[in-house]
């Protein structure tokens, strides 16, 4: 149980930086015809900047975690995001994964359950 605390937390700041980001995203397309405009809309988003920021609290966080703990120990703990995005992207973004990525997060639960008790 060496440092759940701090792997969470660099976790849960992941998670919530990509949903940010999707989120700054939602009324941009990005296509060969729009690169430069895709780009200033995007940097210019405040949610963007917001994920971005997100994104370097956790690395900063995971870092320091690493330099504490195994990270054959810590990475697997990484997973928690896919399963966490996968379900708050069905609930806050309305989005419909296919049966196959449900699954995919549920074998992925199970992976997480096993690494965790080692």
């Known amino acids: 149980m060496a440092h759940l605390k701090q792997i969470f937390l660099a976790v849960l700041l992941i998670v919530i930086a990509e949903l940010t980001l999707k989120y700054s995203l939602k009324d941009t397309t990005f296509s060969a015809s729009n690169i430069p405009q895709f780009f200033?809309?995007?940097l210019t988003n405040p949610f963007t900047i917001l994920g971005f920021s997100?994104?370097?609290l956790s690395s900063?966080?995971?870092i320091a975690t690493l330099s504490k703990t195994d990270l054959s120990?810590?990475?697997p703990f990484v997973s928690i995001g896919y399963v966490t995005?996968?379900?708050l992207s069905i609930f806050l973004l309305k989005e419909s994964p296919s049966a196959l990525r449900?699954?995919?997060?549920i074998v992925i639960s199970f992976g997480?359950?096993?690494m965790s008790r080692s």
């Open 60 to 62: 900063v966080i995971w």
């Open 85 to 87: 995005v996968t379900l």
């Open 40 to 42: 200033i809309t995007a």
């Open 102 to 105: 449900i699954i995919g997060a």
């Open 54 to 56: 997100l994104i370097v």
């Open 73 to 75: 120990y810590a990475y």
């Open 112 to 114: 997480i359950i096993l």
